[in-house]
């Protein structure tokens, strides 16, 4: 079902209204130098959102956590000296005050922020009444309400110029991603609330300069709207997030690589086409769920079975069997071992499920 919102379109004058909305700046404001020459160099070519973080939640302490106040003034330079609009991160009532003191365009809230209802409710209180931007990063869990939760906060609140920001998500352990995007998310938050803008941040995604062009073209081929791209003038000397920065020229190489598809076509054959293979997919999905019934009703057989003859419901060692072969099998398909685990997990769980439901009838 999808959730109404009351909200205006995510534009400003004198930025281009073509896809993608693009916003670049440093992970963090460093100096007045720093902040300007970067600016200046995304202002030369043609970039006019100008991220920069203020204040910077940083995962350990006594580390660079951001300039604070005094980088508010370098971002009034920018907007007055190169007419661009700023943009930065609140996590609290005070960020906020100080943000709106010192005319900053666009507000975003963190990660680590939305996933707290609580500050999200005290930064919608504080913004009670104003008429901003505000672009709200998906939480550090992938939690799809709770993204969903801070919009509706933000919204109750009178703001109506919202926008998603994908950020990607944590996870234990090392990852090819520093965050993974689990696409899916994004996917859903734009069902639930189809007429809210989505920004990429592939720089978080990625943590690394390597993978940002993949990533910003997967978001265009899910037709988001928007990129924001972490960009300084010397990354390698950035103060907090250096390797996943690009220089401004970076910026631009990427952006005029990337190939933005059209959403729907006109051309009789190309949507014939398309309609026929949509179609074969649908027949697919039919037969997997038709399968997935009747392996389900084997391992209710199962269950009565093992409930018979009093044995527990999970043997680990058959468990390990199964997924080491589904992996080899699945290889030869052309499926990746990551997909597999992930189907056979959800298919084994579930069987689970069904068993333990006989056992406790
Ligand atoms: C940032 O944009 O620099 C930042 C801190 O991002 P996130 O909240 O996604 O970690
Ligand atoms: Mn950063």
């Known amino acids: 079902m999808s959730i109404q919102l009351e909200l205006e379109p995510f534009v400003f004058e004198g930025v281009s209204k073509e896809r993608p909305l ?39 302490p006594n580390t660079f956590e951001g300039v604070g106040k005094d980088g508010l003034h370098w971002l009034k330079k920018v907007k007055e000296e190169l007419g661009m609009l700023t943009a930065t ?22 990660a680590r922020t939305s996933a707290n209802p609580f ?17 709200v990063k998906n939480p550090v869990n992938p939690d799809v309400e709770l993204w969903i939760g801070a919009f509706e906060r933000l919204n109750q609140a009178g703001i109506k110029k919202l926008a998603a920001i994908h950020r990607g998500f944590s996870t234990y352990g090392k990852t090819f991603y520093r965050n993974d995007p689990h696409w899916q998310i994004p996917i859903e938050l734009k069902r639930r609330i189809p007429n809210l803008p989505m ?29 924001i791209i972490e960009t300084h003038c010397n990354p390698d000397k950035a103060l907090s997030d250096a390797s996943q920065q690009i220089t401004p020229e970076s910026l631009k190489k990427l952006l005029s690589s990337l ?28 037969k997997l769920l038709e399968v997935l019934g009747k392996r389900m009703k084997v391992a209710d057989k199962i269950g009565a079975y093992k409930k018979e003859n009093d044995i527990t419901i999970l043997q680990s060692s058959r468990w390990d069997q199964l997924l080491t072969k589904r992996i080899m ?32 009838e």
């Not at 991160?89 to 963190?110: P, Q, S, Y």
């Not at 500050?119 to 672009?135: F, K, R, T």
């Not at 071992?337 to 439901?357: C, L, M, W």
Request: charged share 25%; glycine share 6%; aromatic share 6%.
């Open 119 to 135: 500050a999200v409710q005290e930064i919608a209180d504080a913004l009670n009444g104003v008429d901003i931007p505000v672009m």
């Open 329 to 360: 099998d699945g290889e030869k398909k052309g499926l990746s071992e990551d997909f597999v685990v992930k189907v056979f997990r959800a298919i084994h769980q579930e069987s689970i499920n069904h068993q333990t439901k006989i056992m406790n």
């Open 199 to 227: 920004i990429t941040d592939p720089s978080h995604i990625c943590g690394n300069r390597d993978m940002l062009f993949e990533v910003s073209q997967e978001a265009m081929d899910l037709y988001f709207e928007g990129l």
């Open 259 to 286: 190939v933005l598809r059209k959403a729907n076509v006109d051309n009789t054959v190309i949507s014939h086409t398309l309609e026929d293979l949509r179609q074969q997919i649908d027949t697919f999905d039919d």
């Open 89 to 110: 991160e609140v996590a609290n009532v005070n960020h906020v005050f100080e943000c709106l003191k010192f005319g900053v365009d666009i507000l975003w809230i963190g």
């Open 22 to 60: 693009v916003l670049a700046g440093p992970c963090s404001a460093e100096s007045e130098e720093q902040v300007m020459e970067t600016a200046r160099q995304l202002k030369e070519r043609g970039i006019s959102l100008f991220r920069a973080g203020i204040w910077k939640p940083r995962t350990r």
